[in-house]
């Protein structure tokens, strides 16, 4: 059964400052991994996805990384700002089409 | 300029009686979702229409019935609810199966 890991749980950074989140998972048999934003009372706003053949994929100050082999991916955000302030969530897709979420980063950028 | 939109956000119905939950895309996706949250971390799929016709339908109970009237549009309607029927239900979209997934909010369905 496949485990979605998130770490850190919570990060605090200041302004302006490079970050890094993580996300791993248990079954390296999956279709794709997406990376996700939450706002509170919102919808999951999509950030990336990443195929299971590719590498990496960026948009902006973010770039996602993806290494199925050994279960892991990387969400790296530049310079951050205070609108990054969010949850941030990885969740890959399997074939049969399910998606396994990890349990999120919240994220706090200080002015 | 919501993407991807479920009303209501919040259910709170009898057993036995008959509710629909709406949703609606307005990113011109040709495919619509309805999962539901088994767990906080797995989001199982329900159903899944492509142009308006249904391409998954995965094991659930008959009393769920998902109506398409058109491309943007795809609602979840469930008769003669039970109390195992409560948790999240999420509606979802993207260009075209397997593709970039865009989610709503999530309806939280509370059967008393």
């Known amino acids: 059964k496949q485990e979605v890991t998130q770490i850190p749980a919570a990060l605090s950074v200041p302004e302006g400052e490079n970050l890094v989140l993580n996300c791993s998972f248990t079954?390296?048999?999956?279709?794709?991994l997406q990376w996700f934003r939450q706002d509170p009372g919102k919808g999951l706003t999509s950030l990336l996805l990443?195929?299971?053949?590719?590498r990496e994929q960026t948009s902006g100050r973010l770039n996602a990384s993806l290494d199925k082999s050994s279960g892991r991916s990387t969400l790296y955000i530049a310079a951050s700002q205070p609108g990054d302030s969010a949850t941030y969530l990885c969740?890959?897709?399997?074939?049969?089409?399910?998606?396994?979420f990890g349990t999120g980063t919240s994220l706090t950028v200080i002015p | 300029d919501t993407a991807v939109s479920q009303t209501p956000k919040y259910l709170v119905t009898q057993m036995g009686n008959d509710k629909s939950i709406k949703c609606e895309q307005n990113?011109?996706?040709?495919?619509m979702y309805w999962y539901k949250q088994d767990s906080k971390k797995f989001l199982k799929i329900m159903f899944s229409?492509?142009?308006?016709?249904?391409?998954i339908n995965e094991t659930v109970p008959n009393r769920f019935s998902p109506k398409s009237p058109d491309k943007a549009h795809l609602n979840l309607h469930i008769n003669s609810l039970e109390l195992g029927d409560s948790a999240v239900y999420f509606c979802?979209?993207?260009?075209?199966?397997?593709?970039?997934?865009?989610f709503g909010q999530g309806t939280r369905l509370t059967v008393v």
């Open positions: 979802a979209s993207s260009q075209y199966i397997y593709t970039e997934a865009f």
């Open positions: 079954d390296s048999a999956i279709y794709n």
């Open positions: 990443i195929q299971s053949s590719q």
């Open positions: 969740a890959v897709r399997d074939t049969g089409n399910q998606f396994y």
């Open positions: 990113l011109g996706h040709d495919t």
């Open positions: 229409y492509n142009n308006k016709e249904l391409i």
